[in-house]
């Protein structure tokens, strides 16, 4: 077995404690070290308290921190004594944050460093509004037991009556975020003191700082920080007195402790309300479930585009110490060198499973730190805080550093990019750069470095965040030496071009990943020729800690050439750059294709050869046939007509694969999506991840609706001879009834692809729409302060959206920046540059009265920009303008990372996948690793481990493990709606996955709830003219029939035939199956009238649609007939019934006046009036034709 299929053993953990409970013990994994077993216990309640300690053996030996588990353990058993150790001035300020965090004075460490780039209620949850029934467990059963549906409680069917009239009545409305959880803090509270910092005296006695406390019984506390512990003190807030004070209770008659080595035990002996508070805290924790209030390690919550205003503020002065308290007195601690520390973790050994999980753990944190700082330092340049380096060029070319982080604006500073596109080239770039290194970050080669790389758009700006190449801004020891230190690459705008021999072969691996070609290239005016392996504009220098670095990693593929011939013209209304690069999906979709295609070739050729007898011939393909030169179109004429003819072979291919996306990729993913409203992209973002998949750029937008309307058209015709083809078939006689059932499928197909294709062609123009607003936002906010901001978005809004109306700018506002030049524009000023960007961007061109669905579009654009707008109701057919600059809560960053992500886990998880698949019972231990492993490198609440816990679930529905599937399945929604939005397609796609699941496990009220959760989301943001509408109307119907709920199927149905009639056609397959379906629980509900007419008209629309010898046609008039027949003969009895009444009546009057028992007992029996609904439908179906003949002998 591979290292990634090794087992984890299990280690029982033994720590003895100098605390009243003595001791603590829980299990570990061998390959945990010392190291990871503190910080456990610095995270756990019974021992949070303790910050400064070592773990020692039995001996008493101290274990250093890299001491694994597994080596200090016998027979998986361990025993360590956690030692408490004197304090630093560091270690003090630590615990001093650690306990303000247990208090509830702030959020965690993590969140309470991103105050101030994270917006309102980041990380909101929905989950608790779903009401969710809690999972059951349900015994396991057989096959055919499972075919049988349990009784519903009275309970559980009140529940599905008040779900099912929900769903009738359900409007389109927002799911509001809940209140983010925030406990009262347990002390008034608690920072560092104006004593601080201790004088050298002291310091000598030592004293490391001073704290002020105030409890909530209102007593104020002064406490020194000591090597000891800490101790409360007799100064005072005008004196100083650093000697221990005698601490004694309210009343006088008791001593409270005054000293302890952990501020929390001291806390708690000073403070019985300080524990009461804890409790209650703790209380309402518990209660709660954990995965929507903790908070991420290695991850950033999502900040909603909707939002309370929850913004009231508590003061606290711990808040402005926080660098002190983080980064000691010289702020030494903040600063971190952050290539060093990447490239270091980069260089961790990885031999074996343990080492390779520890590896990628460091590398995914220490890539999520830098992230976060990142967008601080990003923040702070926008807002003008940081000194620039180069402070006498124009305020675009400004580049930064700072806390060992290189910041510069988007921009063509170095005109490397002057004849692609400037400015615009240089920031479409940028991103391509970030996604050459992700691409890096999954090959993890060991030879070459690559740096950290963050790109932060903030109101309008884009910031480049990287750690620099070491020694790149050092000035050169000689003037020979030099200017540039780029030993590989263009550099100095193309002018010079070098290609450094071991650099080259340490490229050579990443060509090969990208599918490159080795060519020639040459500088501007072609004096200078080199061999490279890249592109010429992809770039190694030799950094001074003995490394070397890639970097500009931006043409990693080609050129899209087709697009660029096409649309970048140099007109006006030319494309805006040239910069038009493939994306690696397509590139490596058509080198597959063309190695698939070349060993079908070669499997052929060598088919034909070989004879009778002969050995099996190894099929060998030259891969190297397959390249691509990255630098194709992109050079200058050539120097030599030989080195002109092989780049006309080179530009040859890369026009091939470059036609493959617009002629090939395109119109197959059409296809793909218009097969099933299941494929619906759900939103713009939706959208945008499928065409990245698939390795369609975001360009071919316009290209795309275009190809959507031909299919519609396509459609429309094919439809249209094909019913004419269904009008002239003729009915078949059957000898026997079940011969159309069984010999012939049939063709009813109710997928409604003129919707399907409607509800992708709404989409695909609103993300046009959405992106054309967002551009015309950036180039508007660029150049404003960013007080200003709100007050252009607000206007732009309005505009967008149809509404009138000056927005006023503040007075002193006004006075001191003057007002925006975009404020003094129109509506149709406004709505014609952003008719223009989706022009110019996508090759398409808006109707003047563009649509417009202004929900949905305002979420879009908000989610793309980084609004937070106010929670209230905004009106948008009134007068008045709809938004206000007052609504604009707060501007979030839009951030695109490089964070590592882990291969192990990958490794493990096909590994456990492929043996499930076979049906090995280690398979499913080899999964549950995996879930570990998600943990370990990216923490409880992350993304990647959301999407492993749902990837889990469904093999646990595959495998009939219907609980643990739930569960997983509850807990990916959850963390989804946190980290991606609790509207965004993400937590949509979890919801509906969710649904089917809870269905799958026999929880059909809670897969009810969920499918009309999902039902409002489609309803409130697309209408109910889009046809998902329609499909969870039918799956709640379908769901309520398995429950033998035939009423509430009945309505729900007859909702979903009403809007498929209205917006699919009232003649279409899918309301003919939906009727069907309809007819079928109304004749369960003995409503055989009703029954008969629907069931008619969906027999009538399959026979227009179908033609009549279609089986499903064949059926539907076969149910319509023989219901009519019993319909018949029920109207018979019911005479014959009436006319024995009558005569009974008559015999009865001579008899006696008083009618008797007996006689109301009397009836004609017929055949079918006692008959169950079983019954019913088996005389439905044709098997009551036996009886009759019995009947007639």
Not at 409 to 431: P, Y
Request: glycine fraction near 6%.
């Amino acid at each position: 077995m591979s290292e990634e299929g090794q087992e984890l053993e299990v280690v029982q953990l033994t720590v003895k404690l100098p605390d009243p409970i003595g001791q603590l013990v829980f299990q570990v994994n061998p390959a945990d070290t010392v190291q990871d077993v503190s910080q456990t216990l610095k995270l756990i309640s019974p021992t949070q308290h303790h910050t400064s300690f070592v773990l020692t053996t039995l001996g008493g030996e101290n274990l250093v921190e890299d001491t694994l588990i597994g080596d200090i353990s016998e027979n998986s058993e361990a025993t360590v004594i956690l030692k408490e150790m004197p304090y630093t001035e560091k270690s003090a300020r630590e615990h001093l944050q650690k306990v303000r965090e247990i208090a509830s004075l702030q959020l965690p460490l993590f969140y309470g460093t991103l105050n101030d780039i994270s917006g309102l209620s980041a990380g909101a949850s929905t989950y608790e509004n779903l009401e969710l029934g809690p999972v059951s467990k349900k015994a396991e059963t057989s096959e055919t037991e499972e075919k049988e549906q349990p009784e519903l409680s009275e309970s559980a069917k009140k529940g599905i009556f008040d779900a099912v009239e929900s769903v009738l009545s359900v409007k389109p409305s927002i799911i509001p975020a809940q209140k983010p959880l925030k406990l009262a803090p347990a002390l008034r509270s608690l920072h560092v003191s104006a004593w601080t910092p201790p004088s050298p005296q002291r310091a000598l006695k030592g004293d490391l700082l001073y704290l002020q406390c105030q409890t909530l019984e209102g007593e104020s506390f002064q406490i020194t920080a000591h090597v000891t512990g800490f101790f409360v003190n007799n100064s005072s807030a005008a004196k100083f007195d650093s000697s221990p004070r005698k601490v004694t209770s309210a009343n006088g008659k008791h001593q409270r402790p005054s000293r302890a080595h952990s501020l929390l035990t001291l806390l708690k002996g000073l403070s019985p309300k300080f524990v009461e508070q804890l409790d209650l805290n703790a209380k309402i924790l518990s209660e709660q479930i954990q995965d929507v209030y903790s908070l991420p390690t290695n991850a950033l919550l999502s900040n909603p585009w909707l939002v309370k205003d929850y913004s009231l503020q508590i003061p606290d002065l711990g808040r402005i110490e926080e660098n002190y308290i983080v980064g000691g007195s010289d702020a030494a601690d903040l600063f971190k060198d952050w290539n060093e520390e990447y490239q270091g973790s980069k260089e961790l050994p990885r031999s074996t499973l343990p080492e390779i999980i520890a590896r990628e753990r460091l590398l995914n944190k220490t890539g999520f730190d830098f992230t976060v700082q990142a967008i601080k330092g990003a923040i702070s340049v926008v807002h003008g805080d940081v000194t620039p380096m180069n402070p006498n060029d124009e305020p675009s070319q400004h580049v930064y550093l700072r806390n060992g982080i290189f910041y510069s604006l988007g921009v063509d500073a170095a005109g490397d990019f002057e004849r692609s596109g400037g400015d615009e080239a240089a920031r479409v770039a940028a991103v391509k750069d970030l996604d050459g290194v992700r691409c890096l970050n999954r090959l993890d080669s060991s030879e070459i470095s690559h740096l950290c790389t963050t790109i932060v758009d903030y109101c309008g700006r884009r910031v480049i965040c990287q750690t620099p190449v070491p020694g790149i801004f050092d000035e050169p020891l000689l003037e020979e030496e030099p200017v540039s230190k780029v030993i590989y690459g263009s550099s100095e705008a193309h002018t010079q071009l070098n290609a450094d021999e071991k650099m080259s072969e340490k490229f050579k691996k990443i060509a090969e990943v990208f599918h490159l070609k080795p060519h020639k290239a040459w500088n501007l005016d072609g004096s200078q020729i080199k061999d490279v392996v890249t592109s010429m504009d992809t770039k190694g220098m030799k950094g001074t800690d003995g490394r070397d670095y890639i970097i500009d990693l931006y043409r990693t593929t080609p050129v899209d050439i087709e697009f660029i011939d096409k649309h970048y013209t140099g007109k006006e209304d030319s494309y805006p750059h040239r910069e038009t690069v493939l994306r690696h999906e397509a590139v490596e979709e058509w080198w597959r294709r063309q190695v698939s295609l070349a060993v079908k070739q070669e499997t052929d050729r060598l088919g034909e050869d070989s004879k009778e007898g002969d050995e099996k011939a190894t099929i060998a393909v030259d891969t190297s046939a397959f390249v691509l030169n990255p630098d194709a179109f992109c050079l200058t004429d050539a120097p030599t007509p030989e080195l002109a003819a092989d780049l006309k072979k080179d530009e040859e291919r890369v026009r091939e694969v470059s036609k493959f996306v617009s002629e090939i990729l395109l119109p197959e993913l059409v296809k793909d999506l218009e097969s099933s409203e299941a494929y619906t992209p759900i939103d713009g973002g939706h959208l945008s991840s499928i065409l990245h998949r698939q390795g369609i750029n975001i360009r071919y937008l316009g290209a795309l609706a275009q190809y959507i309307e031909e299919r519609k058209a396509f459609h429309k015709k094919a439809e249209e001879e094909r019913l004419e083809k269904v009008k002239q078939e003729e009915p078949k006689e059957t000898k026997d009834e079940g011969d159309s059932e069984n010999n012939e499928q049939s063709k009813l197909d109710a997928t409604p692809v003129l919707n399907v294709l409607d509800a992708l062609f709404f989409v695909t123009v609103q993300e046009m729409i959405a992106r054309g607003v967002k551009h015309v936002l950036r180039r508007s906010c660029i150049s404003v302060p960013v007080a200003l901001v709100p007050y252009v978005i607000a206007h732009i809004f309005n505009s967008v959206f149809g509404v009138t109306g000056d927005v006023e700018v503040d007075p002193l506002l006004a006075e001191m920046y003057g007002s925006p030049d975009i404020l003094n524009q129109s509506r149709a000023q406004i709505r014609e540059q952003v008719a223009r960007e989706v022009y110019i961007r996508y090759r398409y061109t808006l109707p003047e009265s563009w649509p417009v669905h202004s929900l949905y579009l305002t979420k879009e654009i908000s989610r793309k920009f980084g609004i937070q707008w106010r929670d209230r109701t905004y009106d948008f057919t009134g007068t008045a303008p709809t938004f206000t600059a007052d609504d604009v809560l707060a501007v979030v960053p839009i951030v695109k990372d490089s964070i590592y992500y882990s291969n192990s886990v990958d490794n493990i998880w096909e590994a456990g996948r492929v043996k499930v698949t076979k049906g090995e019972p280690e398979g499913i231990q080899l999964l549950n690793q995996a879930i570990e492993v998600y943990e370990q490198v990216y923490g409880a609440i992350h993304p990647e481990t959301a999407k492993g816990y749902g990837q889990l679930g469904q093999i646990c529905v595959d495998l009939k493990m219907g609980e643990q599937a739930s569960e997983l399945a509850r807990k990916s929604f959850r963390i989804l709606e946190r980290t991606k939005g609790i509207d965004s397609y993400d937590s949509i796609l979890a919801l509906t996955r969710l649904a089917l699941v809870e269905s799958a496990n026999g929880e059909h009220l809670n897969a009810i709830k969920l499918h009309a959760r999902v039902l409002k989301y489609w309803l409130t943001y697309h209408g109910e003219s889009h046809i998902n509408v329609v499909s969870a109307l039918s799956t709640i119907a379908i769901i309520l029939q398995k429950v033998q709920l035939h009423l509430q199927a009945a309505k729900v149905f007859q909702k979903a035939v009403e809007l498929s009639d209205k917006y699919v056609g009232d003649q279409s397959q899918m309301s003919g199956l939906l009727r069907f379906q309809l007819g079928q629980s109304l004749v369960t509900l003995k409503q055989f009238v009703p029954a008969s007419e629907q069931l008619e008209i969906a027999a009538n629309i399959f026979k227009t649609n179908l033609g009549p010898n279609d089986r499903s046609s064949v059926e539907a008039s076969k149910w319509t007939s023989q219901l009519k027949e019993y319909i018949s003969v029920m109207q018979k009895q019911g005479k014959q019934l009436k006319a024995m009444e009558a005569q009974m009546a008559k015999k009865a009057k001579k008899a006696s006046p008083l009618p008797s028992k007996k006689n109301k007992s009397v009836s004609p029996n017929p055949e079918l009036a006692d008959k169950s609904v079983d019954e019913i439908m088996k005389f439905i179906e044709g098997e009551p034709k036996k009886p009759k003949k019995k009947s007639k002998k």
